[in-house]
């Protein structure tokens, strides 16, 4: 693995699971193999999980982590080829990364779409040329569209809580929410569960949040989210903008928000939810209090994906 | 002690303050303690001394210290059991609490009050739901009605400084400020110096700003500032605002701010302020800058309360 | 070296670079120099390439580093003798120095001219306070008018790309900005080249940019741009508001900004910018992406003159 930015990076899912697994029951039994190495923490977005599960897995790897805030501590990076800045950007992405480059073995980066223009964040920039300028590993903390240690975090507790031989149903569903949301971490499930092909896929969301093809071939798509739910092992909550209306809400239709009555039809599933989460907006009190849901468990396993990414660079 | 959020969680203050002066002559003779243990410096307000001093002391103590600024770094958590989540709050508190319970060994946090509604801020619900669903010790770094690691370190450099056998004459005095504060330090030393039991202690100051009772029980109470001030052995200057009108600022009487004249009927009083002081405001610079001034020594103590509560809570 | 304010604090100016050159080749050689020591950072304006190669410095000498926004998570620091402190400051430098300087072993800060008071600003009232107040070893992390760090660096910079036996000759150039900008980096600069005194140095820039007499005697001063240029060995590109009509704006001629076709009377200049540079601004993409850049070298470098001078201060 050279850099994590999708899931097209992973060679061979399963074993990155087990690698993650292994971690979480021997913390530090890898901690010799970061001795005096350095990994650098960029967010040019605001994040929790995502922070202080990567500063603790390079703890356990024996990194240094360093924090930096580029909103807050630092300025506002240019990322356009060939632009006269004299505007509100202060340092070309260009020159900013060769030198972040320098200061670190693996660079991490969390940023965020504009939700204005699909192309913009669709094209990820920002990524693209830290990989082309800094010339060191990066590893995305969450992206324009996608959003990797999530998707591997969520396969990684699917694995856990599912021991059957048969594959097991895994249903996506849209919730509602009260502002406009990105695609990302919709995206990604996407793409890494019908990457790692071991489950039966249901995409369900209302007329106008269709997710892009490029995530999403492979699932069954469907706006009836009763018949999505039908006989499902695992529902993954979450809210999305539009992609085609692109970063538009269309509707809060509160019957979309998952309930205990909307689990009836399913196989007792376990509910997966990234965090944060609006309770009784896009999920019920009664589920995420309840025995069916996974959230805890999800949030605890960044730390455990985190590790199991960065060991596999630090091996490289 | 299975939390630090007062002195109700300390079994025997006099060992604790010895265990942080142990710490003083010898920082680093636990620093095998904490090892591989990680501990969480969770801010929803800003902070200097105890921010640093906790950091300080979690790494004499071997341990890696994450500090995390939920206000400008995170975002706003929901407190309220049911809410449904369509405002500002972006996350509960059930939901983030195990999450960062899985992250680390000691949790510490600091909030403050709204000042807006006595009740809200005195049930100190985020402390107790921390408490509730985070599953590991809870440190307060400051909360809405107490500051018991200032408390702590007051305690340990009045012991430092009296070295009489009779019992000091203590008196916490109220000073004039510019805007409304917390009444916590103030509540939290009248609590510590009654359960302390070790000194003959009173509280002065004008009409309007008697604390809660629950607080300053043991204590004498006098309006009259100069007849509280006679022999006194240690002066601590405070300014809060009114507990009874809540959050109101009665007055801003200059002559309660402490100057030497305040000083002389005093047995030589020392004089004490948990920082930061507004000068010529709260007190004067002769004092600050004076031979009875312990703010300094105060600040340094900082350190070695929390390295005895850390320690006391690692130890568990 | 007792603190590291400007060049004035440095006996040997080759001594200290031949150190840094050493680090460069060997980071970790000094590891233990460092052992249970702690350096606090302490920002008033923000910063990435200075914050981040501090803390690497620091950490390739064994040191544990704590860094603090005293902007974002502090507060506003009075610094003026006997204010009464009933406005926007909320702690006295003389209250907040010496807990600072009981918690760190070296203390280093980073702080901005206002740019409207002359007078102020070249008083450099907070770090001569701090060293007053700290009583612990001060490093400038840029100051008001000075930014030693940079210039080390950029001596550093300048004897890797210059190994002939005559003297290199020098030029600062003056360069366009949108906003105004402070004097230290040119300041230092020139204070450092003329304090070496291995090079033929000559300033250029439009009238009304002179800068303080106290920096740049010994340098040949011109307004005429391409004589300056001609035969220069590294040119170093800068903007800088006016000292005299003190932090003014008096033109953005881009004329001035730095193009090949300037570079064409030079001898094959390696041109040189402390970073952030506003691209097509001060300086053009064809300079900054071509051979003849420096300028990420110099980022990358700012490392080995941190920890050259963080072990100077350590070793005394």
């Given at each position: 693995?050279?850099?994590?930015?999708?899931?097209?990076?992973?060679?061979?899912?399963?074993?990155?699971?087990?690698?993650?697994?292994?971690?979480?029951?021997?913390?530090?039994?890898?901690i010799?193999?970061g001795?005096?190495?350095?990994?650098?923490?960029?967010?040019?977005?605001?994040?929790?999980?995502?922070?202080l599960?990567?500063?603790?897995?390079?703890?356990?790897?024996?990194?240094?982590?360093?924090?930096?805030?580029?909103?807050?501590?630092?300025?506002?990076?240019?990322?356009?080829?060939?632009?006269?800045?004299?505007?509100?950007?202060?340092?070309?992405?260009?020159?900013?990364?060769?030198?972040?480059?320098?200061?670190?073995?693996?660079?991490?980066?969390?940023?965020f779409?504009?939700?204005?223009?699909?192309?913009?964040?669709?094209?990820?920039?920002?990524?693209?040329?830290?990989?082309?300028?800094?010339?060191?590993?990066?590893?995305?903390?969450?992206?324009?569209?996608?959003?990797?240690?999530?998707?591997?975090?969520?396969?990684?507790?699917?694995?856990?809580?599912?021991?059957?031989?048969?594959?097991?149903?895994?249903?996506?569903t849209?919730?509602?929410?009260?502002?406009?949301?990105?695609?990302?971490?919709?995206?990604?499930?996407?793409?890494?569960?019908?990457?790692?092909?071991?489950?039966?896929?249901t995409?369900?969301?209302?007329?106008?949040?269709?997710?892009?093809?490029?995530?999403?071939?492979?699932?069954?798509?469907?706006?009836?989210?009763?018949?999505?739910?039908?006989?499902?092992?695992?529902?993954?909550?979450?809210?999305?903008s539009?992609?085609?209306?692109?970063?538009?809400?269309?509707?809060?239709?509160?019957?979309?928000?998952?309930?205990?009555?909307?689990?009836?039809?399913?196989?007792?599933?376990?509910?997966?939810?990234?965090?944060?989460?609006?309770?009784?907006?896009?999920?019920?009190?009664?589920?995420?209090?309840?025995?069916?849901?996974?959230?805890?468990?999800?949030?605890?396993?960044?730390?455990?994906?985190?590790?199991?990414?960065?060991?596999?660079?630090?091996?490289?």
């Amino acid at each position: 693995m050279k850099n994590f930015i999708s899931v097209n990076d992973v060679a061979d899912i399963n074993a990155l699971v087990q690698k993650a697994i292994a971690y979480k029951a021997h913390p530090l039994k890898d901690i010799a193999l970061g001795t005096h190495k350095r990994i650098g923490l960029l967010f040019l977005n605001p994040s929790l999980r995502t922070r202080l599960s990567t500063q603790i897995a390079a703890a356990n790897l024996g990194m240094e982590a360093i924090v930096f805030n580029m909103d807050k501590e630092g300025w506002k990076l240019e990322l356009e080829d060939g632009a006269i800045m004299d505007g509100t950007t202060v340092e070309h992405i260009k020159d900013a990364a060769p030198i972040l480059g320098s200061y670190f073995d693996i660079l991490c980066v969390r940023t965020f779409p504009s939700l204005l223009n699909r192309d913009d964040d669709y094209n990820e920039v920002l990524l693209s040329r830290l990989i082309e300028y800094a010339g060191l590993p990066i590893v995305s903390l969450e992206s324009a569209t996608l959003h990797p240690l999530q998707s591997l975090t969520d396969i990684i507790t699917i694995t856990e809580n599912f021991k059957e031989v048969r594959k097991p149903k895994i249903v996506l569903t849209w919730a509602p929410h009260i502002k406009p949301i990105p695609q990302c971490v919709s995206n990604s499930f996407a793409q890494w569960i019908n990457a790692w092909g071991e489950a039966d896929f249901t995409i369900t969301h209302p007329e106008g949040y269709e997710l892009g093809e490029q995530y999403t071939t492979g699932a069954t798509i469907t706006h009836n989210q009763q018949q999505a739910l039908a006989d499902a092992d695992f529902v993954y909550v979450k809210n999305w903008s539009s992609y085609q209306d692109y970063g538009k809400v269309l509707t809060e239709n509160p019957e979309w928000m998952l309930t205990n009555k909307h689990l009836s039809a399913t196989n007792h599933a376990k509910v997966m939810h990234c965090l944060p989460v609006r309770r009784n907006v896009e999920l019920s009190d009664e589920i995420l209090d309840g025995p069916q849901s996974l959230v805890s468990q999800q949030g605890a396993n960044r730390v455990w994906a985190a590790q199991a990414v960065i060991s596999e660079l630090l091996k490289n």
